[in-house]
C-alpha cells in the first residue's frame, strides 16, 4: 500500500514539474506580471522638458523593461528562453509621453496678451482663418483678445498640429487626471457604501 502511494505522488509531482516547465517555455517577457519586471522612467530632452522619441500619433514612446533576477522567459526580440540577473532588459513597453513641435507657452501667452488684436497669436499656433477674422475685426472688438489669452493660459487652445507647448521645467503645465483600470479610488467615511 505504501508503495503504491508513493508512486502515485511520484507520477502527480512529475505530471506538476512537466506542466510548469512547459508553461515557463512558453512564457514571453512582455507577459509577465508586476513585480516581476520594472521599466525605467523615459529619457527626458533637456530643451524641451519632454520625452525623446516621442510617436506623434500613439503619444507613446518605447522605454526599458529590466526582468527581475532569476525570471526565465523569452525575451523581445527572441525565440529563446532566458533567464535574467537583475540589471537586463528584457523587454520595451510602451509609455505614454508629451509630444512637442516647437510651439512655446510664454511665446503664445505673450503674443495673445500683446498682439492678440492682430490674431498673431493664433497665426502663431496655426490657425490662420481665425487668425485673419482676429486681424480684421480687431480681436472681435477686443472680447476675442481676452477670450484667447484666457484659453492659452488655461491650455486648452494647443497648436494646430496636435502637439503640446515646450514648458520650462517649473512651468505652469497642466495634466488632465483621468480614471482607469490602474487608478485606485480610496473611498470616503462619507459615501456610506452599504
Known sequence: MQLQSNRVFCFLFYIILQFKNSAASDL?????????????????DTETQAEINCDPEKKTTPTECVVAEGITCI??????????????????KEAPCRWTNGYKFETALLLSVFLGMFGVDRFYLGYPAIGLLKFSTLGFFFLGQLIDILLIALQVVKPSDGSEYIMNYFGVGLIHIQANNDTYIKPDESWNMS
Do not use: A
Not at 514571453?28 to 527626458?44: A, S, T, W
Not at 525575451?75 to 520595451?92: A, D, H, I, K, R
Open 28 to 44: 514571453r517577457c512582455e507577459d509577465l506580471l508586476m513585480g516581476q519586471f520594472y521599466c525605467k522612467d523615459p529619457v527626458i
Open 75 to 92: 525575451p523581445q526580440n527572441s525565440n529563446t528562453l532566458y533567464t535574467f540577473n537583475g540589471t537586463e532588459v528584457g523587454f520595451y
